[in-house]
């Protein structure tokens, strides 16, 4: 069996020919269709690194099973008009070759090989990861908000004309992108079996004096993760609490964010980490921080903040897609509202608030390790072969 995966992720292949990714896939994620249909190509952009880049930040995708085919960037003007042609006969071949198509959404590539597979009568599954209204409305540019209503629709249509649905939220998304097919409600994201030292760890170095290091982690060339709401809300909190840190983790250039940081007269207090490959090392990070911070505009259920969350770290969070499913209320605010992210950060120094989220984070995620979501993910993708 051979599958055909597409979305529009940004993979790097490095000066020694291996294919890398930062952040959202590894190894362990790509097995996953691997073990299920054998033979993977997957459709995506591809981006050359510098011979000087630093491999062991990133993670691994090169496999013998693993092929992939370089898209045209079709989230851009240039690539919705001009670039389509192209990219269409490219896709059409690889669906024809493929038994499966598997379509990560919101994603151009996506919804154009969905698209294909419908006309060519191939078993065709969306996996729903966020809302493509929010992402485009929320904090892109005019055309970018003028295309969002047609979007919106375009990605509703995929998903309810496709066979299979696998949603990351158990809500949220089934809302905003309904299915007529068979469906599936599970976090896709990998986490380890929950170890009770975690959560002792953290109660022991929960700082006495109420100081807090906040961390986040976001690719520095988006602004869908808020970055800017969260440099500007850490800024607010300063005013009160000088004693305060604020970490980022992520690829990309810091240049923009570290000119942002230094106009609130905060520069020396938010420290730019790079970048870490996918598991151990960035759990190891969120070790080193006291209080998560999730300030995105577009979401479905936010992987690093789960991964904060399996760390027993608190964390303070938008209400951007399903992330209301993971944190309480009072831990929330709204899209782009700073002001009240300040005051949250204010009161997260509280020793005693940091000791109850911690606890209540842990035990909230523990119904989301791998061990109790894969074989239902499994399951469900074995249909579609």
Same mark, same amino acid.
């Given at each position: 069996?051979?599958?055909? *995966?597409?979305? /529009? ?5 490095? $000066? ?36 000087? &880049? ?7 995708c090169s496999s013998e099973n693993i092929s992939f085919l370089w898209m045209p960037n079709l989230s851009s003007l240039r690539g919705l008009t001009i670039g389509r042609p192209s990219a269409r006969r490219l896709l059409t071949q690889a669906v024809a070759r493929a038994d499966s198509v598997i379509a990560r959404l919101p994603s151009e590539i996506g919804l154009m090989a969905l698209g294909i597979a419908r006309k060519l009568e191939k078993p065709a599954g969306a996996e729903v990861v966020a809302c493509v209204w929010d992402g485009l409305r929320s904090h892109g540019g005019l055309v970018s908000r003028l295309y969002a209503p047609l979007a919106y629709m375009r990605m ?18 089934? $809302? ?5 097919? =068979?469906?599936?409600?599970?976090? &896709?994201? &990998? ?5 009770? +030292?975690?959560?002792? !760890? ?11 290091? *906040? ?7 988006? =602004?869908? =993760?808020?970055? #800017? ?8 909190? !300063? ?7 604020? !970490? ?26 790079? +970048? ?42 938008? +209400? ?9 209320? #009072? ?5 782009? /509202? ?11 120094? &509280?020793? #005693?608030?940091?000791? !109850? ?18 074989? +239902?993910?499994?399951? *469900? ?5």
């Amino acid at each position: 069996m051979s599958l055909l *995966f597409c979305h /529009d992720h940004r993979f790097f292949v490095g $000066a020694d020919g291996g294919i890398y990714s930062y952040g959202q896939y590894d190894m362990t994620i790509l097995n996953r269709y691997v073990e299920i249909f054998g033979e993977v190509t997957i459709a995506a952009r591809g981006v050359a690194l510098d011979e000087k &880049d630093d491999l062991s930040r990133y993670s691994l995708c090169s496999s013998e099973n693993i092929s992939f085919l370089w898209m045209p960037n079709l989230s851009s003007l240039r690539g919705l008009t001009i670039g389509r042609p192209s990219a269409r006969r490219l896709l059409t071949q690889a669906v024809a070759r493929a038994d499966s198509v598997i379509a990560r959404l919101p994603s151009e590539i996506g919804l154009m090989a969905l698209g294909i597979a419908r006309k060519l009568e191939k078993p065709a599954g969306a996996e729903v990861v966020a809302c493509v209204w929010d992402g485009l409305r929320s904090h892109g540019g005019l055309v970018s908000r003028l295309y969002a209503p047609l979007a919106y629709m375009r990605m509703r249509r995929a998903v309810a004309h496709a066979g299979w649905a696998h949603y990351v939220t158990q809500h949220f998304l089934q $809302a905003r992108y309904p299915s007529t097919g =068979k469906t599936l409600a599970a976090s &896709d994201v &990998d986490l380890p079996e929950p170890d009770e +030292s975690i959560l002792s !760890r953290r109660l022991a170095h929960i700082p006495a004096a109420g100081a807090a290091t *906040f961390g986040m982690i976001a690719a520095l060339f988006h =602004k869908e =993760k808020g970055i #800017d709401v969260a440099i500007e809300a850490f800024s607010r909190a !300063r005013i009160e609490r000088n004693d305060i840190r604020l !970490r980022i983790l992520g690829p990309g250039d810091s240049a923009p964010w570290r000119k942002l940081a230094r106009k609130l007269g905060v520069e020396e207090s938010v420290e730019f980490c790079g +970048s870490l490959p996918r598991g151990g090392a960035v759990l190891n990070w969120i070790e080193g921080i006291d209080v998560y911070v999730q300030a995105s505009f577009q979401e479905g259920l936010p992987r690093a903040l789960m991964e904060a969350m399996s760390q027993a770290c608190p964390a303070l969070a938008s +209400s951007a897609g399903g992330t209301a499913e993971l944190v309480e209320q #009072d831990c929330l605010h709204t899209p782009g /509202d700073g002001k009240t992210l300040a005051q949250q950060m204010i009161a997260a120094c &509280d020793p #005693d608030w940091q000791r !109850r989220m911690a606890v209540r984070n842990f035990e909230h995620i523990k119904g989301y390790s791998t061990t109790t979501l894969e074989a +239902s993910r499994r399951a *469900f993708w074995k249909k579609i072969t």
